[in-house]
């Protein structure tokens, strides 16, 4: 509907009004690892006194976007949706 093309099939006008979401989900694990590792004694008085280490994972599991109902989900892992 907000695409419209000519009898040869190209594309003469795009409808680029906002439209509302049905519905969204989005399901994920998330993990993280953090390290301090303080420093030695004697280190110069201007220096950082401890030292961090941080390590993060995002892991996506399922992200899919309804427009209408009736209309297929769109699996944006796949690509749908731009």
């Known amino acids: 509907e907000r695409f419209q093309r000519d ?7 795009i ?24 420093r030695p004694q004697g280190a ?4 950082a006194m401890v030292a961090r ?3 993060n994972y995002n892991l996506q599991l399922r992200n899919t976007v309804a427009l209408l109902a009736g ?3 769109l699996d944006r892992l ?3 949706g731009g």
């Open 15 to 38: 409808d680029y009004r906002p439209i509302n979401l049905n519905s969204s989900l989005t399901e994920g694990l998330t993990s993280g690892l953090n390290f301090s590792l303080p």
């Open 78 to 80: 796949k690509g749908d």
């Open 44 to 47: 110069a008085a201007n220096e």
């Open 7 to 13: 009898v040869n099939g190209r594309l003469i006008s």
């Open 53 to 55: 280490f941080s390590l």
């Open 71 to 73: 209309l297929p989900d």
